[in-house]
């Protein structure tokens, strides 16, 4: 107490760093509140999706995700179309949204002056602020005809000899899904991947053409492969995005529990069947079926948006 | 020479392929907004800003219902999700610095991640199934747990990036840590916090998923909070589904408007954070 300033009683130094200290503990305690309650909400919402689906996990067990039967009601309940519509779907956009992302990316990133290649960004990152209902609207009205009319025929005229490539078309399919979810996580892809290349060091670009490789090579035999691991971490965030996105699959797939080897053929995905059953679900069994697709659904994305997260992370702190 | 004319070559043609991906993305926005500003606008009138749905076989009708229906629950999704968000940012940029607040941050990752006809499941636990009836405090509910973990991005973002010699100076005057924090630090992020809030709200306004089975639909007016509602985007999937040219139209005019009002909120919030360091999505 004797080294502190004279002009403060101790009493009234007292009260006021209680004071201090209150106001503190306070908005500390106030903040870590909402703070757990985010850390309650999460752990709440897999305690739901778990224990909302004790009936079929004791049922089914493993044959859940197995099983390809499926009848509400007779209760019968096989979940493999949906799994597998869910994938073929989310692998098809990747097939066609990475190389058009990264290309764009590359674009962007390395030969578009400074300015137009902010506007183009911005430009693209809004396409990513599209609602996917309306992803869902287009994707009926202008990207269905369009396939039906157009693409697919010619497709069928040259690759037809495909098996993915065979059967009547009728305009909604796993195609017809696949591409609607490519335009639709392109903008991730690019807006992340062209982030990473911009990040890579500029004197690594000087030196691969200062040993006289062309502009292509130096980009894509040095710059690519050291941003890499940033790259593969937006597929990964895109595809997470792909796995759980309801509407716009919904109202393009054709809502068929199959599972067909054209690419052509009508299918089904987990999220679209829970949007299209759970309100009408037809029992107790039932309902919880849907909220076990849920749990998977939950499930699937942690684990890909863990390794996106970090992917992008070791990226960031250390380069390659 | 020849190898030197193969590398060129190469270096030609790869260069023009990556610009041609650059254009064919920008050229699907071009296509998207083209053909529904067409669509929609010719589809638009007045009547649907300010009539009900009408039966199946009659013309005309509007959504008003649905519009009111977007705007409550909307509302209850910000009074849900942006006070948790808001606090547990300041939480995570002023006090954050333990092991606890990486818990957070994780769970708030995982939140984010979370794929929106999942969150919709978890309201229907949460408020459908103890009510026993679907209801407007559903469908806020669950945009409200989405609108979460970006308002706590935005606001951690933005508080981080206030400089530390304003805090440094509000402490020398002898504001206490709390003080300094609610009336210099927030203060001067404000700008970033509601620009974030708006690409937050604009995210959610879309979303149709986690509304299928919380809000239900309704065809008519929703009075009070407690009873089923129309939204605007489930009103888009249910009228672009059906079998009827009518309710195409009425599908587009919706979209139009929900997609006008999306970019323009857009827009506007990212010029006002600045453009490029508007990370307001994952």
Redesign the interface.
Same mark, same amino acid.
Request: aromatic share 8%; hydrophobic share 65%; net charge negative.
């Given at each position: 107490m004797a080294t502190q300033p004279a002009t403060l009683s101790p009493s009234s130094e007292r009260s006021f760093l209680q004071?201090?200290?209150s106001? /503190?503990a306070?908005?500390?305690t106030?903040?870590?509140? &909402? !703070?757990?309650?985010?850390?309650a909400?999460?752990? #709440?919402?897999a305690y739901?999706?778990w224990s909302?689906s004790s009936l079929p996990r004791s049922a089914f067990g493993w044959s859940f995700v197995t099983g390809s039967d499926w009848d509400p009601v007779a209760e019968k309940f096989g979940a493999l179309p949906f799994i597998f519509g869910t994938l073929t779907t989310s692998l098809l956009s990747l097939l066609i949204a990475v190389?058009?992302?990264?290309?764009?990316a590359?674009?962007?990133a390395?030969?578009?002056p400074r300015g137009a290649s /902010?506007a183009?960004t911005?430009?693209?990152e809004?396409? &990513? !602020?599209?609602?996917?209902?309306?992803y869902?609207? #287009?994707g009926?009205?202008?990207l269905v005809p369009f396939l039906q009319s157009t693409l697919v025929p010619v497709l069928v005229s040259t690759l037809g000899f495909l098996p993915i490539f065979q059967g009547q078309f009728f305009g909604v399919s796993v195609f017809s899904a696949g591409i609607i979810l490519a335009?639709m996580i392109?903008?991730f892809i690019?807006s992340v991947s062209r982030e990473v290349l911009l990040a890579v060091p500029q004197d690594q670009r000087e030196a691969a053409l200062a040993l006289g490789s062309?502009?292509?090579?130096s980009t894509?035999k040095i710059v690519v492969p050291y941003a890499m691991r940033g790259i593969m971490g937006s597929v990964f965030?895109a595809l997470?995005r792909a796995?759980?996105?309801?509407?716009a699959v919904t109202?393009v797939i054709g809502n068929k529990p199959q599972i067909a080897t054209s690419l052509l053929a009508p299918g089904y995905s987990i999220?679209a069947v829970?949007?299209n059953e759970?309100?009408e679900a037809t029992g107790n069994m039932h309902q919880q079926v849907?909220?076990e697709l849920?749990l998977v659904?939950?499930a699937l994305?942690?684990l890909i948006?863990g390794a996106a997260?970090l992917l992008i992370l070791s990226t960031k702190a250390g380069g390659k | 020479m020849t190898l030197s004319f193969r590398r060129r070559a190469v270096n030609a043609v790869m260069l023009t392929l990556t610009g041609v991906c650059t254009f064919l993305v920008a050229g699907v926005l071009l296509v998207i907004l083209g053909y529904l500003a067409w669509n929609g606008a010719t589809s638009l009138s007045l009547d649907f800003f300010t009539k009900l749905p009408v039966p199946v076989g009659e013309t005309g009708g509007g959504m008003a219902n649905a519009i009111l229906g977007s705007a409550k629950v909307l509302l209850l999704a910000m009074l849900i999700g942006v006070p948790i968000g808001f606090f547990a940012g300041v939480y995570l940029a002023e006090f954050g610095d333990s092991a606890y607040s990486g818990v957070i941050r994780y769970a708030t990752d995982l939140l984010n991640g979370v794929p929106s006809i999942v969150i919709g499941i978890f309201a229907y636990a949460l408020v459908v199934q103890p009510m026993k009836h679907f209801s407007t405090l559903a469908g806020g509910v669950a945009l409200g747990i989405m609108m979460i973990p970006i308002s706590l991005r935005t606001t951690e973002e933005f508080l981080r990036a206030v400089p530390v010699s304003l805090r440094e100076g509000a402490m020398a005057l002898g504001a206490s840590r709390s003080r300094t924090i609610f009336t210099v630090v927030i203060p001067a992020a404000k700008n970033g916090i509601l620009s974030g809030l708006m690409l937050n709200l604009a995210r959610v306004a879309g979303e149709t998923a986690p509304l299928l089975f919380t809000a239900l639909g309704n065809p008519f007016w929703s009075s009070g909070w407690l009873q089923p509602t129309a939204t605007l985007p489930s009103m888009i999937y249910n009228y672009a589904i059906a079998p009827y040219d009518d309710w195409h139209r009425q599908a587009w005019a919706a979209g139009f408007v929900l997609l006008v009002l999306v970019l323009t909120v857009n827009v506007a919030a990212r010029f006002a954070i600045g453009r490029g360091s508007a990370r307001g999505r994952s």
């Open positions: 004071r201090i200290r106001g /503190d306070v908005a500390h106030l903040t870590g509140m &909402a !703070a757990s309650t985010i850390l909400v999460t752990i #709440l919402l739901h999706l909302g190389p058009v992302g990264l290309g764009a590359i674009f962007l390395e030969l578009a /902010d183009l911005f430009m693209i809004l396409l &990513a !602020a599209v609602p996917s209902v309306i869902g609207l #287009l009926i009205f202008l335009i392109v903008p690019i062309t502009k292509w090579e894509w965030l997470a796995l759980g996105e309801t509407m109202m999220a829970i949007a759970f309100a849907l909220i849920g659904l939950f994305t942690v948006n997260r | -």
